[in-house]
């Protein structure tokens, strides 16, 4: 299992980022996908989990409204636009096989929301 995640970075309150998640070494197109996060001296976080052909979706409370998460099986790319982003939203991003937070992840990438 091999999932590398892009799109990370410094971004004012109020803008927008688009994380992707590059998978390989498993069939992704039969596996649940989520986005995970961990902010700073804090333990892993689940944000989004989606379907196996994305008809189904689910957030967290605090990022519904402002966040999508979305996949293409054709290309094993697993996203999350991010918008409205808040400083709170500051955090490692990390792309995961399944649901929950036990899965495995990529490396993740950090996105950090401040002015």
């Given at each position: 299992?091999?999932?590398?995640?892009?799109?990370?970075?410094?971004?004012?309150?109020?803008?927008?980022?688009?994380?992707?998640?590059?998978?390989?070494?498993?069939?992704?197109?039969?596996?649940?996908?989520?986005?995970?996060?961990?902010?700073?001296?804090?333990?892993?976080?689940?944000?989004?989990?989606?379907?196996?052909r994305?008809?189904?979706?689910?957030?967290?409370?605090?990022?519904?409204?402002r966040?999508?998460?979305?996949?293409?099986?054709?290309?094993?790319?697993?996203?999350?636009?991010?918008?409205?982003?808040?400083?709170?939203?500051?955090?490692?991003?990390?792309?995961?096989?399944?649901?929950?937070?036990?899965?495995?992840r990529?490396?993740?990438?950090?996105?950090?929301?401040?002015?």
């Open positions: 299992v091999h999932l590398l995640e892009s799109g990370g970075g410094l971004v004012q309150p109020g803008g927008s980022l688009r994380l992707s998640c590059v998978a390989s070494g498993f069939t992704f197109s039969s596996y649940f996908m989520s986005w995970v996060r961990q902010a700073p001296g804090k333990g892993l976080e689940w944000v989004s989990s989606i379907s196996l994305g008809g189904t979706t689910n957030y967290k409370d605090s990022v519904k409204g966040f999508a998460i979305s996949r293409d099986n054709a290309k094993n790319t697993l996203y999350l636009q991010m918008n409205s982003l808040k400083p709170e939203d500051t955090a490692v991003y990390y792309c995961q096989r399944g649901t929950g937070v036990t899965g495995s990529g490396q993740g990438t950090q996105v950090t929301v401040s002015s």
